[in-house]
């Protein structure tokens, strides 16, 4: 399985950026997927995800109202749109699927945020 990210980039605070992350390997139907991201010297945290089967959506506190999750099923990929950027956004972005089942981390996308 392999799952890679792309659509980071330098982006002034304020600024968007449209992330996605192909998922390859296996079906990707049938899979909660979710967005992490890890900033310079800080664990991986936990960003959005969006539930198969009722598609609802949760984001964490800090990215409310800014970022919305996303999928297209045909093309087994999942989005993250980031409104509103922050320099606090600044960080490694990675998809994975949460249930049935994770995957070894893939490919992440660096998004920088300048004040």
């Known amino acids: 399985v392999q799952l890679q990210a792309f659509g980071g980039g330098l982006v002034q605070a304020g600024g968007s950026l449209r992330l996605s992350c192909v998922v390859s390997g296996r079906p990707f139907t049938g899979y909660t997927m979710a967005w992490f991201r890890q900033a310079p010297g800080k664990e991986r945290e936990f960003v959005a995800v969006l539930k198969w089967g009722n598609s609802n959506t949760f984001v964490r506190d800090s990215v409310k109202g800014r970022f919305t999750i996303s999928r297209d099923n045909d093309k087994s990929t999942v989005s993250l749109q980031m409104n509103n950027l922050m320099p606090e956004d600044t960080a490694v972005y990675y998809c994975?699927?949460?249930?049935?089942?994770?995957?070894?981390w893939g490919r992440g996308t660096l998004v920088t945020v300048s004040s």
């Open positions: 994975n699927s949460l249930y049935p089942k994770s995957h070894s």
